[in-house]
Structures are given as structure tokens and as C-alpha cells.
């Protein structure tokens, strides 16, 4: 389990973070989402020991991570920007990580790479950038952490490698009980792989919830009522807005309270619709504030 408690990080005049606290269950796949500056990479950076905290501790299974190489030989992090060392090659690479890691296993990494069928002789410079996250994807699986990191894990992949590395990623999690924590833009594929998730914002969490209780507990309404009319001030609306006739309405409730509250109003016809991830990201942040807006007009 990862437990950060009440973490403060300032950079000169800039609160990265602020008294910010989030856990992480054992075995848990956790999609931490933000907008950019709102923290992720701070926080990933502080809970991989690369940052020390200004104030506040940060914890995994009950031992602090900073300067403590123990707990560190269970932790494996794929940064957004990947690190190589300049003449290297996978090979090169597969030594060096067998020689810090005691848990690394040969025979999964060579297993694993006629999957990726990456040439471990070409210096690791010389790869695409997909070609580049796919050697790191390799390498960090192959030490088998007890806690696996991930700033953007499937950025510049193409759309079958991004498929791979999530199925090999929910297997590992299925057979090790690995915990991951990953951070990533592309919400709709989050929706697909975490089972809780923290939004982040300004430095703060936002919430931190397991997904299902998230995604049951904000609805999407679509409603027609015979005449403009005021939504009563117990009805706990996040955002509306109208297309013709047809008002949608955000709400934080079950579906239940939802129907029930909706079909006090009367109307001519409501259905209600499951929010995807992003949906619930944008609206939680501010609604109206984080739409798209067309200036050009």
C-alpha cells in the first residue's frame, strides 16, 4: 500500500503541492488525473524517492521511500520522458537492470521480447519513441515489482502495441497483485485498466475514489419538459445546458435518486445516460469553466 500524508512541495515561489494526501491499496491499478500543472509528475517523482517533500511522509507497505534502497528495489517507474544510458543497447540495458534489481527475471524478459520483437543490439538512441517506451515497458515488468509507476505509459505506441502493453500490464496485475499507479491524458483508456482513481488540481486532490463508486455516483440526464421551467435548488445539479428541447443535466446522485428526483418534475421525457471518465473529469473541475470555447466567431 502506498500512503501519502499531508505532502507539501514548493519549487522556489511555486506550491506544486499542497498538504496532499491520497492512498493506493495493495494490488490496486490507480489512475491519478490532472490537468497539466496540476501536480501528477511532482507527486509521481516525490513517491518514487526521486523528490524529497518539503513536509509530510510517503510511505510503501509502512517504510518511507526516500533514500531507502529496500523499498526501492520493489519499485519500477517508466517516466513520460524515457532514460537511457547515451551508447547503450537493450542488451546493455538488461545487464544492468538484472544487476540492481535481485527480482529481475531473464526468462520473462526474453519471453516478453518476442512480443515487442525489438532488436537488442541497435543502441537504444536509434529507436522511435514508441520503440523506446516498448524497451522500458519490457525492462520494468521484467524486474517483477512489488509497485509499478507509470507517467504516461502508452504515449507515442501505436494503437495494437498500446493494446499489448495494457493486456500484459492486467495480467501481471492478475497474477502478482502488483500495485500500479499510472498517470495518463488518454482517460477513456484509463476507464479500461484502473479500478480507483484521484483527480488532482492545483496541487490538491480533488477526490479520490474506486471508479465504480465514482461513476455510480454522478449521473447524466437527458430531459424534456413541457415548458421552460426552474429546477428546484434540492436537486444537485453540476452543470446544464440545452440543445433545442432537450436539457442535459449533470447530477451528483445515484441513478436511483436520480429517476426518482426527475420524475417528481413531470416531464414530457428523461433518460439517464452513464458518464464516461472524462466526463466526470471535466465536470468535477469546474463544468463550464474546462469546456472547449469557440472564439472564433
Not at 32 to 58: C, M, Q, W, Y
Not at 77 to 85: A, E, G, K, R, S
Not at 283 to 288: N, V
Request: charged share 25%; glycine share 6%.
Amino acid at each position: 500500500m502506498i500512503e501519502v500524508r499531508n505532502i507539501t512541495k514548493t519549487f522556489r515561489t511555486v506550491r506544486a503541492l499542497d498538504n496532499l494526501s491520497l492512498t493506493v491499496p495493495s494490488g490496486a491499478v490507480y489512475g491519478l488525473v490532472g490537468p497539466n500543472g496540476a501536480g501528477k509528475s511532482t507527486l509521481i517523482r516525490l513517491i518514487t524517492g526521486i523528490f524529497r517533500p518539503d513536509e509530510g511522509t510517503i510511505t510503501i507497505d509502512g517504510q518511507p521511500v526516500y533514500e531507502n534502497p529496500a523499498v526501492k528495489r520493489g519499485i519500477a517507474y517508466i517516466p513520460d520522458d524515457v532514460f537511457y544510458f547515451p551508447s547503450a543497447n537493450l542488451a546493455e540495458m538488461r545487464r544492468f537492470y538484472a544487476g540492481v534489481y535481485p527480482s529481475f527475471s531473464n526468462e520473462l524478459y526474453y519471453k516478453m521480447l518476442s512480443l515487442f520483437t525489438l532488436n537488442e543490439r541497435m543502441p537504444i538512441r536509434r529507436f522511435s519513441k514508441g520503440m523506446q517506451k516498448q524497451a522500458a515497458f519490457l525492462l520494468s515488468i521484467a524486474v517483477r515489482p512489488e509497485v509499478l509507476i507509470l507517467d504516461e505509459p502508452v504515449d507515442g505506441l501505436d494503437p495494437v502495441m498500446r493494446r499489448q502493453v495494457w493486456s500484459l500490464l492486467m495480467q501481471d496485475v492478475a497474477e502478482r497483485g502488483t500495485t500500479v499507479l499510472l498517470s495518463s491524458h488518454n482517460l477513456r483508456e484509463l476507464e479500461d485498466v484502473c479500478d480507483h482513481v484521484g483527480i488532482l488540481h492545483q496541487g490538491k486532490l480533488l477526490l479520490e475514489r474506486p471508479l465504480s463508486e465514482l461513476q455510480e455516483n454522478v449521473v447524466k440526464a437527458q430531459v424534456v419538459f413541457r415548458e421552460a421551467r426552474e429546477l428546484p435548488n434540492d436537486l444537485p445539479v453540476i452543470h446544464r445546458s440545452a440543445n433545442g428541447k432537450i436539457e442535459t443535466l449533470i447530477l451528483r446522485a445515484s441513478q436511483e435518486q436520480a429517476s426518482a428526483a426527475l420524475a417528481a418534475l413531470n416531464p414530457v421525457f428523461y433518460d439517464l445516460v452513464p458518464l464516461t471518465l472524462e466526463e466526470i473529469f471535466v465536470y468535477e473541475l469546474g463544468g463550464a469553466d474546462y469546456a472547449v470555447k469557440d472564439i472564433l466567431v
